[in-house]
Every structure is written in C-alpha cells, then in structure tokens.
C-alpha cells in the first residue's frame, strides 16, 4: 500500500488532470448526433418512395443496413424517405423482395453501392464535424464516399 505521502499525491495529481486537462470528446453521442440531423436532412418534406405518402414523421433508411456496412452510414446514394410503415414493415420484414425493389427502382445507385460498399472509411470525431458541417450547409456531392465512383 502506497504510503500517505504517495497516496495524497496520486489524488492530487487526479484532481488536477481532472479540472485542467481538456476532456476528450467521445465519438458515440457526436456520431448519435451527426446521423439525426442527416436522417433529418434525407427524410424532411420528402415523400414515401415506396408509396408516394408524405406525413409528418418520415424516417430515412438506409439500403444497406449501417450495422453491416458502417462506411455508408452517412453517404446519400444509401439512403432514402420512406414512411414508417413502408420502412418498418415492409422494407425489414421482406428484404429480398426489398432488394429487387432497390434493384428496379434504383439500378445506378445499386451499382455504386456495390462497389462503395466496400471502400474503408473511418468515422473519427474530425470526421464527423465535417460531416455535420456538409449537412448543415446540404452539400450532397461531400456526403458521397466514393464520388469517382459515379463518373
């Protein structure tokens, strides 16, 4: 056990670091934040392209899934206005039909995002400032992960 002396010294040293040190910032709540106001952006005052409806809720969804392909979290050609009931029970409950339907309704997005799909892209917090400044100002052509791709 440190002796009094070392122990106190330890906590100061804490206390210190603790109140003079810049905080990092953690990257899950500015990524949480970031991917609200872009659905926000994709979804507001845009029409269902399933069933043409516009309601006061619409959600955007992603053609590919975030959780399986975080790298086009924030790119447009993924993303979507559906309203809820065309998203929530329909576009998850019958993915392969879904799939078609994206093939059909969207045949040079469904090429871009098959080869997007697997550029690396990381999301550090430098990143994702300049993300939210691209779709606080609705810059499209900068929410695209891989612009040469659609040349």
Same mark, same amino acid.
């Given at each position: #056990?440190?002796?009094?002396?070392?122990?106190?010294?330890?906590?100061?040293?804490?206390?210190?670091?603790?109140?003079? #040190?810049?905080?990092?910032?953690?990257?899950?709540? @500015?990524?949480?934040?970031?991917?609200? !106001?872009?659905?926000? #952006?994709? /979804?507001?005052? =845009? %029409?269902?392209?399933?069933?043409?409806?516009?309601?006061? &809720?619409?959600?955007?969804?992603?053609?590919?899934?975030?959780?399986?392909?975080?790298? @086009?979290?924030?790119?447009?050609?993924?993303?979507?206005?559906?309203?809820?009931?065309?998203?929530?029970?329909?576009?998850? @409950?019958?993915?392969?039909?879904?799939?078609?339907?994206?093939?059909?309704?969207?045949?040079?997005?469904? =090429?871009?995002?098959?080869? /997007?799909?697997?550029? *690396? &892209?990381?999301?550090?917090?430098?990143?994702? !400032? !300049?993300?939210?400044?691209? &779709?606080?100002?609705?810059?499209?052509?900068? @929410?695209?992960? /891989? %612009? !040469?791709? *659609? /040349?």
């Amino acid at each position: #056990m440190p002796s009094k002396h070392k122990r106190k010294r330890m906590v100061l040293r804490s206390t210190v670091s603790q109140y003079l #040190m810049p905080r990092k910032k953690k990257i899950g709540p @500015l990524k949480r934040a970031v991917q609200r !106001e872009f659905n926000k #952006m994709i /979804a507001s005052g =845009q %029409p269902c392209v399933k069933c043409g409806g516009l309601f006061k &809720v619409m959600q955007c969804s992603h053609l590919y899934s975030i959780g399986s392909y975080p790298n @086009l979290r924030f790119d447009v050609i993924n993303v979507v206005s559906m309203c809820g009931r065309c998203h929530n029970f329909w576009y998850h @409950l019958e993915p392969m039909e879904s799939r078609d339907w994206v093939v059909k309704k969207y045949p040079g997005r469904y =090429q871009y995002l098959l080869k /997007a799909k697997n550029k *690396l &892209v990381q999301h550090r917090i430098p990143d994702l !400032e !300049e993300i939210r400044k691209f &779709v606080k100002d609705k810059n499209m052509k900068k @929410l695209l992960i /891989a %612009p !040469e791709l *659609l /040349a």
